[in-house]
């Protein structure tokens, strides 16, 4: 298993982004500081240095030529301090100091209080590697060299033990404000999403509100304009379907007065037959513009005791049929829907499967723990011949039926199947059909819960 080092959600990139460039200022910073310090650190160690050598100096200067060696050798010296008196100046075997620090320790040794002809004559300052020492060389007023040599402590740098604690406290703070930062900051993204799953459920959802930085309530104009353009583009294939639907009740209502007319008995039977026909395929077609028009509202419903009506209902209408109805499932599920638009769906599927298939069993899948969009899946099977595979996706178009021999015993108008997808697909569900291995056609309903 490998392990994520880069997140997936925005916010969380945008955090480590900004947490590691704020890391990295961080540091430079800190190494500036530190480098600033050395600096400090040095010149104070520095003048230290060069007022203890020369009160040495002093101690040695002021002594008379015939003590002088005694006074080197009895000196009672710290144990990083050595100082020997030589005919020599310092310098074989010994590095150069830098002259900045070299500058440093002569301003400082000249400080110290001493008469102008007791002063250092002359003066080296040199490093001793091996021994890590500085060693500064002297000459005294008859020509010898004192030589002091000492160990400069080292320079700690970031010594405050209260430091780390406020870099850690300082990085916690700035990581707690960059979460906070980065989901306020992202939070339109995530509104933008659910609002477009909400639209694909329900195309009257209402529109996003169109505020904030310029940049979010651009991205809510441009997704409201588009809501309302579908919107208007449903309505308009609506508006146009129960028009003619309406339109066409009229002639039909004419025609059928006109046939009474007619002397022939035959002919008008079948006249009047066909109008008939007309008729219930015009007022499907409103009923099918009513339906898609989604003017119901959404609301919780128990899917399960919605389904046991459908069954219940299909019962009462046909009740030589009603042993052949089942259900099998959970005995709760809520679901958010329009209630008689479902209703109408599944009753078009039991209704079906009772006509074509001479019994309904329905089972109800609830939806799956890991799902992304979670869908409950309604199973409406029945025992009867199927659909030959190349149709399976025909019945779905408007008047689209498979044996018009059945059409007087069925009565249907081939739009039950049409409406039930549009409905279902309205709620951001499908429906689909398939045949049963055993015989028997099985139609699936997916709702969004
Ligand atoms: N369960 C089924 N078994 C076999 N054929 C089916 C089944 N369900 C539908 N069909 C076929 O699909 C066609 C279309 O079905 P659809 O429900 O759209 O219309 P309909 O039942 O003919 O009329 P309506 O439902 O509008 O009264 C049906 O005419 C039928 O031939
Ligand atoms: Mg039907």
Redesign the pocket.
């Known amino acids: 298993m490998t392990v994520r080092l880069w997140p997936r959600s925005l916010a969380w990139r945008t955090t480590l982004i900004v947490l590691a460039g704020l890391a990295l200022v961080q540091v430079a910073g800190l190494t500036i500081h530190a480098l600033d310090r050395r600096d400090l650190i040095r010149i104070a160690e520095a003048q230290e240095a060069a007022t203890r050598v020369m009160g040495l100096y002093r101690v040695v200067v002021l002594s008379t030529p015939d003590e002088l060696v005694a006074r080197v050798k009895g000196l009672d010296l710290p144990p990083d301090m050595t100082a020997v008196l030589s005919d020599e100046p310092p310098g074989t075997g010994l590095a150069r100091v830098p002259v900045e620090i070299q500058r440093i320790l002569r301003l400082s040794m000249q400080l110290v209080p001493l008469p102008q002809q007791l002063r250092p004559r002359e003066s080296r300052i040199l490093w001793d590697e091996d021994a890590q020492r500085v060693v500064i060389g002297m000459r005294l007023p008859d020509g010898r060299w004192l030589s002091v040599s000492e160990h400069p402590p080292p320079a700690r740098l970031l010594h405050e033990p209260g430091f780390f604690a406020a870099f850690l406290l300082m990085t916690v703070a700035a990581a707690l404000l960059l979460v906070w930062a980065a989901r306020r900051l992202t939070a339109p993204v995530r509104v933008l999403a659910a609002a477009a799953e909400r639209l694909g459920r329900d195309v009257n959802t209402p529109p996003l509100p169109e505020t904030g930085p310029s940049e979010v309530v651009a991205a809510a104009t441009a997704f409201n304009t588009m809501a309302a353009r579908i919107r208007r583009f449903v309505a308009d294939r609506t508006f146009l379907l129960t028009a003619i639907g309406h339109d066409l009740r009229t002639p039909i209502t004419r025609l059928k007065l006109r046939a009474e007319f007619i002397d022939d008995d035959e002919l008008r039977t079948k006249f009047l037959a066909d109008l008939d026909q007309l008729e219930a395929m015009v007022s ?1 077609t409103l009923q099918f513009g009513k339906d898609i028009s989604g003017t119901e509202p959404v609301a919780a419903l128990d899917l399960p005791a919605l389904l046991r009506t459908v069954l219940d209902e299909a019962a009462d209408a046909a009740p030589d049929h009603a042993s052949a109805l089942s259900y099998e499932g959970p005995e709760h599920l809520t679901i958010h829907a329009r209630p008689l638009a479902v209703k109408r769906a599944i009753a ?1 599927l039991v ?3 009772l ?3 001479g019994a309904a069993n329905i089972r109800l899948l609830p939806p799956a723990k890991d799902a992304k969009i979670p869908l409950a899946r309604v199973e409406v099977a ?1 025992d ?4 030959p595979p190349e149709m399976m996706e025909r ?1 779905f178009e408007p008047f ?4 018009t021999s059945r059409n007087r015993e ?1 009565g ?7 409406i039930a997808r549009n409905i279902l697909r309205a709620h951001g569900g499908d429906v689909t059909l398939a045949n049963r291995t055993g015989g028997g ?1 099985v ?1 699936t309903a997916a709702l969004p819960v």
């Open positions: 499907s078009n209704g079906n499967a006509a074509y298939g029945d009867g011949p199927g659909i019945v689209q039926r498979l044996e069925t249907g108008t081939g739009l039950g199947l049409p056609l139609a």
